[in-house]
Structure formats: C-alpha cells, structure tokens
T-cell receptor, first 114, second 113 residues
Framework: DTEVTQTPKHLVMGMTNKKSLKCEQH?????MYWYKQKAKKPPELMFV???????INESVPSRFSPECPNSSLLNLHLHALQPEDSALYLC?????????????FGEGSRLTVL | GENVEQHPSTLSVQEGDSAVIKCTYS??????FPWYKQELGKGPQLIID?????GEKKDQRIAVTLNKTAKHFSLHITETQPEDSAVYFC????????????FGSGTRLQVQP
C-alpha cells in the first residue's frame, strides 16, 4: 500500500466554522507533512512531523493547528479561517525526515472559505 | 535561503517530440534534486531524482542532467505521449540546515496528439 489518503476531498466553510482535515498512511513512514497549494503555484510547506513530534512550523498562523495522534495519522484543525486560506491542502509522508527521500502525496483536500 | 527558478512556465509539444524543462538553483550546498509530476486533481508524484555526485540519470523516456558548476539541472522527456501532459515541478534540497525541499514555480506541459 503506497497511498496517502486524505479526507474530505472538498470542504466549504464559513469564517466562523471549525473543521478538520485528515490524512492517513500505512506505509510505516515516520515523517508527515502538510503543504498548501494555491492555483498554478508550487506546494508550500506548512508543517513537518517527525516521529509524531512537530519539527517544522513555517510560521503558519495559529488558525491552522496540526495534530499527529499516531504514526499513521495527521490532522489539520481549522478555525476562523480567512477567504485567502482557500487552497488545496496536501498531506505527504516519507520514510524518514531527511529532506532527500521521496515524498508520497495524497490527492489533497480542496478548501473553500466563504 | 535556497531559490529555485524554473523555465518555461508552459510548454506545448507534439506527440512524439521531446520536451526539456530547466531549473537553476542558488545555493551551491544543494545536493538533491527531485522532479515531481502533478496531474489534474492529484497530488505531486516523484518521477525522477538526482544527487549531486551524479551528472545524469535516466529512467526509460525520462532523464535528468545536473551541472553543478552552472547550478542548473534539466528534465528531458523523449517520445512524449498525451499522458505526459501535467504540471512538472523541480525542487532542490540543501545539505545543511532546514531539511525541506524548495520547489520551482512549475511547468505546464501539454502534449498535443
């Protein structure tokens, strides 16, 4: 199984809502990532978890709150988002957090903030 | 920090022709250069990568070349097929400091049947 599964595929939320994005992998990977991708742009790194510990936070606003409950799961909790946060949110995993290993991406969760 | 520039932003070729996408990087400490392909509605997928101790790598119809002196690397796709149509991102990783990739801005490749 070489899949990273993300749910939901689409999410529409108001600025006062609280929602969560979920990501799951069963490849035994010990590094997991959240990326944000705007249309016609490359993915931008948001967070890196290594062995379930937050290792990188790219100065992401606190309205995005990551969580890694176990080595297979990664969540992104969303609260009080702004319309400019509308984007494709990609989860990825890799065997270890080295920067030089293959990243396995999910298909993404497309978020629209009204 | 590292800066990666990618050209062209769009590329249209006829089926069967070759396609070349070029990237330059700024930091000579960079040592790993992957290429990701992103099809419509999907996440990026690694198609080939090269490390700084190698000048060229091939995998069937795709190849990557690296010129460390000039700090640029290129993706070559031969005998293009319609299923090669996608957005391609180059990336670079620096051997020191932050363990994260810096992506190029992407190239939208359209292969006309």
């Amino acid at each position: 199984d070489t899949e990273v599964t993300q749910t939901p595929k689409h999410l529409v939320m108001g600025m006062t809502n609280k929602k969560s994005l979920k990501c799951e992998q069963h490849m035994g990977h010990r590094a997991m990532y959240w990326y944000k991708q705007k249309a016609k742009k490359p993915p931008e790194l948001m967070f890196v978890y290594s062995y379930e510990k937050l290792s990188i936070n790219e100065s992401v606003p606190s309205r995005f709150s990551p969580e890694c409950p176990n080595s297979s799961l990664l969540n992104l909790h969303l609260h009080a988002l702004q319309p400019e946060d509308s984007a494709l949110y990609l989860c990825a995993s890799s065997r270890e957090w080295t920067g030089t290993g293959e990243l396995f991406f999910g298909e993404g969760s497309r978020l629209t903030v009204l | 920090g590292e800066n990666v520039e990618q050209h062209p932003s769009t590329l249209s070729v006829q089926e069967g022709d070759s396609a070349v996408i070029k990237c330059t990087y700024s930091d000579s400490a960079s040592n790993y250069f992957p290429w990701y392909k992103q099809e419509l509605g999907k996440g990026p997928q690694l198609i080939i990568d090269i490390r700084s101790n190698v000048g060229e790598k091939k995998d069937q119809r795709i190849a990557v070349t690296l010129n460390k002196t000039a700090k640029h690397f290129s993706l070559h796709i031969t005998e293009t097929q319609p299923e090669d149509s996608a957005v391609y991102f180059c990336a670079a990783h620096k051997s020191t400091g932050r363990r994260a990739l810096t992506f190029g801005s992407g190239t939208r490749l359209q292969v006309q049947p």
